[in-house]
């Protein structure tokens, strides 16, 4: 004779020492344990992917760079970046010289914005500097030899 007694959560077959278990009560436990886990396993809203992963455990990458004087250079991070900081090292966030007001710092959100002189693409992050001031202020995040940090966030 089959169980009439069930688990209380999967309702699987809970068998007294009196019963008779059939091949037909071990196939249905059976399906109701694969319905059940097999969904649970797939269900994505509740599991992280490996990328997903990845971002807590590496959550942004920071790199040191020495400026080229290029105009406009992109440093590649090894992903698209959703926001960037990037800072001349050893100066101040911006400086004021001769009515010119000098950006030694920057940010950056991916498709959202940014400060002057950094940018982010779909090939990394760009960098500006430029040879002279426009409305009396000038990017310089990548004066020749200028040493700058990166922080760059998945």
Not at 9 to 23: F, G, M, Q, V
Not at 69 to 91: D, H, M
Not at 128 to 141: D, E, H, T
Request: one cysteine or more; proline letters at 4%.
């Amino acid at each position: 004779m089959a169980t009439s007694n069930y688990t209380p959560n999967l309702h699987l077959s809970a068998w007294e020492e009196t019963d008779r278990p059939k091949r037909a009560d071990f196939v249905s436990d059976n399906n109701i344990i694969d319905t059940q886990l097999g969904g649970h396993i797939g269900d994505n809203g509740i599991h992280m992917t490996s990328a997903e992963k990845a971002k807590l455990s590496e959550p942004y990458v920071c790199a040191i760079y020495a400026g080229s004087g290029e105009a406009e250079r992109t440093i590649s991070v090894g992903f698209v970046p959703k926001f960037a900081i990037v800072y001349k090292r050893g100066a101040p966030p911006v400086t004021y010289t001769n009515g010119v007001i000098c950006a030694n710092s920057g940010y950056a959100f991916y498709g959202n914005g940014s400060s002057l002189g950094l940018t982010i693409n779909s090939s990394g992050v760009v960098v500006q500097q430029s040879a002279s001031a426009v409305g009396g202020v000038k990017a310089n995040l990548n004066e020749s030899d200028g040493q700058y940090t990166l922080v760059a966030f998945k």
